[in-house]
């Protein structure tokens, strides 16, 4: 029957600007997808574990205040020491296009800058989740 | 009576007498072909309308501008927000920025700041002096404004939740220089409700935050006289994504909220209304946004005159500061936002506003470089010097479009109060999600339409080349924290730590009760508590705010 | 993970999953992990959106942890008629707990569902249940069904109301008072508030003949931790009155979940046996069509019935 995708929406850090991760769990709501809204004021912590326990496929990090290299990469370090490496991170926000190799080389398998319409992150996450039975 | 004789009235009286003491900007304005430019231009025909709904600037309800000669006396204050890393470079910045002409201070502060943590905290991992300062302590307050006359300048302070402990820092170095607090001029955002709403640096429930709005009102009343105590803000809720009548509608609302909060603890209107002054977006609709301004004047001041029985006309005025749109600035081709900067300059102006910042070119990529800042600035002072349009006031005050477009704008902002009243007031709305659900809604059809192509983005939806991507962009790094963090070891080694306990203390007992917190917390910051070990007092009676999300 | 729940948090969640896409397939699963738990203390917590009920459910956990107990909690929230998605926003009530080995939170759309709870929230407290936690707490969208629908699972039902919400008891349904096992009034500083306190003791005292057990009504300001220990007696009190009294409330659940699981089991099975013989077509076509009526249709299906199940 319904083998829905979830994905987990956060805002890692102090950052309060949410337009953007609400604009995104909206339209991923819209295209079908289950998706866990964290809200503010996350830990990287809390953001491992609640994607754990919600046994999510993808986890969405939106982060403006210039501190994605140190928060993103954190999250992706917890979820594998947590044996959950296969839960796919991708990232967004004001994130320049020179910090992005370092963020895939952590583990971020994709970050979407401002102005990516949702057809394009929709797509990326229906074509990579993981497909188990 | 007649507009022109209103007209006539006006020229001798509220005009004649201000220009007698404030003489403007030149003897006579004129045209390229030597025509005389008037200081305001009315209506040749007798419209019934005008003089309730429109008015001469300077006089009620202000619709044309709070001020009788506004640019033709002074331009708006070219005030850019800035500040980032540490206090030693911000200082540096805000030097630079006063010598290329700059009339105002602003400052900005990082995450950890505004809501109330220092650099040593876990929840400061990362963000240490990336959006704007850290400031920890009184230390840093005196750094960030070492050599710069705290008399004789007039700063503005982007702080929230935090804004006693940092207004108290800005008074306790004031005194160091030789100021007392009646010489200061500035303003604190100090805007809770907007928090909750759209901004996110929150830190205690509601009740508590009011509370410590209206004691900064009260102590400011009677010590710090010049200072604006608070800049009620649209800005933001504009940038989460409402549309032109949301951004007013809901900061007027506010406005009403603070209101009530001060009158309810005892405040008489006309004591601290004066000194609320506002903060709006300038957003790429020139002729929407100049009706904007138009309307949310013509509202508050007959909000304040016939809700709030305001006598002083200085209660009923609405005095605003604008920044032109972060959200409309493009990561692609960013050149093209030197042109919205400038459209959105034109709005401000031809809006009436009191001071402006314009934002920096590359700045939906990162914090400015200083050539960008340069840019900037001189698009407002291309503007003010080059373009006219300061040499009448409200020009485009006829235009049937504009007029229209006030009427409207000011017909629906009523229309939400209204319904905000029906519901409880702001507070209540917000806790009800309300206000949140409105801007959302907005903000996702505006991102539909643009995905649709129905709302072009020049360089995103159209017109797209394919870029390298940007190099020189300003990078703020992470020895910031580590220097940060020994700051503080440094100053907490040196101080007497028996008398900041002390101190921090006797905060949390007034915080229990119910007398001003702010002559506590001045104390507590002249001995050298850290703003984390303040707020953290505070927090122990306070309480957390946890955000009730609508989506 | 707390060393009293049999699964690590990864396996459990993935667990879960297995039961929420695999209907069929779940049955299996649980046939084998089941194991039934009566100490497990089961509260389902339901009302109007906006109730509070969320805040409310971070106040019991905390409660519970500081007593050392292991907390499960399911959130449902509803999910989109038309896209089948969902937002599910609980957790941010409860993100103390994020970092908690002792607390395991799951939120999960109703996916179809009519009701209050989605159509694997059984399934997957009785997995929890059979996991070994102490405490589980189910949270539903609280419109529907749903408050018949957590009474089939859980021993302690709260229902959160707000003052002024315009939910005049009265216009709640019939029956609320078979559900509720418990009142909460959250928000209580708000205006209006005595009213809705006096109007659910009104009701409480009309019906209280007919009650096993008669509902306290409790008044708390979740945000504000006011009333918590309050309400926390009043499940302890609930817990004590079933030990001793409660074998009639239980065997009750038992049966009504049973009834549950076989009602929607019969009846996806006959729909199915009416698609496959094409006999459902049929009869919706002509209803359409104008050709029939439902009534008619009713009387087709009994012989059917009468025919296949031969009685």
Redesign the interface.
Known sequence: ????I?VLIAKP???????GA??V??A????????????????P???A??A????VDAVGLSIL???H???LPKVVEILKS???EDILVFGGG?I???DIPFLKGQGIKAVF???T???EFIKFIKENVRKDG | MSISAEFAKWKEGAYGKTVAKFPERKQVFKTSFNEEIAPVYVPGFEDPQYLETRGLPGLYPFTRGVQSTMYRGKFWTMRQYAGFGTAEESNKRYKYLLGAGQTGLSVAFD??T??G?DSDH??????VG??GVAIDSLKDMEILFDGIPLGEVSTSMTINSTAGVLLAMYIAVAEKQGFTPDKLNGTIQNDILK?YIA???YRFPPKPSMRLITDIFEYCAKNVTKWNTISISGYHIR???SNAVQEVAFTIADGIAYADAAIKAGMDIDVFAPRLSFFFNAHNNLLEEVAKFRAARRLWAEIMKNRFNAKDVKSQMLRFHTQTAG?TL???QPDNNIVRVTMQTLAATLGGTQSLHTNSRDE????PTEDSVRIALRTQQIVAYESGIADTIDPLAGSYFVEALTDSIYAKAKKYIERIDELGGMVEAIEKGFVQQEI?DS??TY?LEV?RGEQI?VG??KFQVKEL???N?LK?D?SIQVSQIAKINAVKASRDNELVARKLAEIKAAAQGTENLMPKILEAVKVYATLGEITGTMQEVFGEHK?S?V? | MDNKIAFD??SL??L??KI????KGSEEILLNLYKENSETVVIGITGPPGAGKSSLTDRIIKEYRNLGKTVGVVAVDP??PF???????D??RM?DH??DPGV????M?S??SLGGLAPATIDVLNLMKSAGFDVLIVETVGVGQSEIDVMSIADTVLLVLVPGMGDDVQALKAGIMEIADIFVVNKADKDGKERLVAEINMIVQLNRHRLLWEPPVVETVATENKGTSVLMDRIYDRGAWLKNNGMQVKKDKIINQFKHMALDRIGANILAILNDSGMFTRWTEDLVNGKSNPYYAMKELDENIKIKWGK
């Open positions: 029957m319904s083998q829905k979830r850090g102090l950052d309060g600007h949410d337009r609400k604009f769990a909206r991923l709501r819209d295209a079908g997808m289950e998706v866990i809204y964290t809200g503010l004021r996350q830990t912590e809390a953001i574990n609640a754990i326990q919600e046994d205040s210039g501190a290299n140190t928060l947590k044996g959950a004001v320049p296009e020179s800058t401002p102005g319409p949702s057809e | 995450l950890p505004q809501i943590y876990p929840m400061s991992d990362g963000e990336k959006v928090e901004r996110g640096t940038e989460a994504g959200c493009t990561a692609q939906a990529l990162a914090l959302q903000a996702y991102q995905e983005v995103v939806n991507p940007p190099s962009l703020v992470r955000e999300v989506l | 948090f990864r969640a993935k879960i999953t929420e896409n695999d209907r999910s989109s896209t089948g998605g969902a937002i599910l926003g957790r941010i993100c994020s970092t395991f939170i799951r939120s759309g996916r179809g």
